[in-house]
Structures are given as structure tokens and as C-alpha cells.
């Protein structure tokens, strides 16, 4: 079962608007969800975070909102840059069952981002 | 500061043969995770270790194992590969935390 669900396996924006990337997720044991960008031959790279308390969090030109009651993530990028263009991927964290750690990541399927001049 | 670094970069095996991946943690982190991506698809966790004990497993075989050494350094060996073990194998290094993880570069396996 996918846990963690990215609809949209492609975006296209114009240099200068707004991309907004969405993530959907089903289980209610998540209680914090990370953002990571991935460019080919690399590994992913960390992008912005935000617990479970949260309802928003801003870094710079990353906005990360949180819908709890809609299962619902979203990330906004404003303004988009064409260095923004790679594979975006939503990941959520939460307790193992019947434990304490943290640790696991459970990923979406990624969205391609292509931002244009 | 040195980040998470793995090796081999790309490796061809056949079907029945055995392998083993090398991961080197970013320097302070303690926790080591191993993730599997078949193409097209998100990153799926293989187990993660912390202070050389195995702390959590995925949806993977017994075939897939792994160890952490007393440096935080890690290995995957996988035995018994078959054509759907090919793919990237990422290594993800952290603090014994809810926090975000950082990833290697990946190993490209191939099965043939």
C-alpha cells in the first residue's frame, strides 16, 4: 500500500512563478514530514521540513504547508528558478509500531519538476 | 566536514551472486539507514542501524543484511540477487532524531 502518495508525476512553470508540488498521505501515525530534491546521478538532498504541530514553515523561496485534517502536504517554491528543475519527493516520518525510534522514511513517488527560462 | 559517501558507484552482477555495498557516514552521525530505489519509484527502506544494531527493518527478505561498524561506517550485502535487486541503493546517515537524513550518491546495481 502506498503510504505516501504524489499524484503528479510532472510539473512545468515558468522561470519567476510559483511551483507548488503536492503529497498526499494516509497514515495518521506521521508526525513529520520532509521535503528532498533529487537531481540525477546524485543522491537526494535534504529541502525543508515541518512537524506535525506545525501548520506552515518558510525557508527562503521553500514554503512547506501542512493540512492534517486533509492528510495533505504541499510545497511551494516563489519564485522558481531553472535550478530549480529536478525530481521533488515527499518523504514522512513516524514511530515504528509498538516503539519509540524515529528513523524510517517512507517516500512518495516524486514529482518531476522543469522550471523554463 | 565530509558528507555520506558510498561505493561502488555502479556494479554488474549476475542473477545468484552476491554483493555488498559500502556506506560512510556523514562525521557525528550515529544512525545509518539504507533505502532501495527501482527506477521511476520513490526511495523504499531497506533497515536502518544505530550503534551497530539493527533498529527497524522494511518490507525486505532475510536476504538483504547489513552491519554497522564501530565507526558508523555501514555495509549492505544482498545474496541470492535477483533481476528486480537492480536498482540504486542510497545510504542515509542521521542523528539518533526525528531529523532530516542525509544521503549518499547511491550505488547503481545491475542485475543481469
Known amino acids: 500500500d502506498q503510504q505516501v502518495k504524489q499524484n503528479s508525476p510532472s510539473l512545468s512553470v515558468q522561470e519567476g512563478r510559483i511551483s507548488i508540488l503536492n503529497c498526499d498521505y494516509t497514515n495518521s501515525m506521521f508526525d513529520y514530514f520532509l521535503w528532498y530534491k533529487k537531481y540525477p546521478a546524485e543522491g537526494p538532498t535534504f529541502l525543508i521540513s515541518?512537524?506535525?504541530?506545525?501548520d506552515k514553515n518558510e525557508d527562503g523561496r521553500f514554503t512547506v504547508f501542512l493540512n492534517k485534517s486533509a492528510k495533505h502536504l504541499s510545497l511551494h517554491i516563489v519564485p522558481s528558478q531553472p535550478g530549480d528543475s529536478a525530481v521533488y519527493f515527499c518523504?514522512?516520518?513516524?514511530?515504528?509500531?509498538?516503539?519509540?525510534?524515529?528513523?524510517?522514511?517512507?517516500f512518495g513517488q516524486g514529482t518531476i519538476l522543469t522550471v523554463h527560462p | 566536514e565530509t558528507g555520506v559517501t558510498q561505493s561502488p558507484t555502479h556494479l554488474i552482477k549476475t542473477r545468484g551472486q552476491q554483493v555488498t555495498l559500502r556506506c560512510s557516514s556523514q562525521?557525528?552521525?550515529?544512525?545509518v539507514s539504507w533505502y532501495q530505489q527501482a527506477l521511476g519509484q520513490g526511495p523504499q527502506f531497506i533497515f536502518q542501524y544505530y550503534r551497530e544494531e539493527e533498529n527497524g527493518r522494511g518490507n525486505f527478505p532475510p536476504r538483504f543484511s547489513g552491519l554497522q561498524f564501530p565507526n558508523y561506517s555501514s555495509e549492505l550485502n544482498v545474496n541470492a540477487l535477483e533481476l528486480d535487486d537492480s536498482a540504486l541503493y542510497l545510504c542515509?546517515?542521521?542523528?539518533?532524531?526525528?531529523?532530516?537524513?542525509?544521503f549518499g550518491p547511491g550505488t547503481r546495481l545491475t542485475v543481469l
Open positions: 562525521s557525528g552521525h550515529n544512525t
Open positions: 542515509a546517515s542521521s542523528l539518533r532524531a526525528p531529523q532530516e537524513q542525509f
Open positions: 518523504a514522512a516520518m513516524g514511530r515504528y509500531a509498538g516503539g519509540t525510534s524515529y528513523g524510517k522514511l517512507t
Open positions: 515541518i512537524s506535525s504541530i506545525k
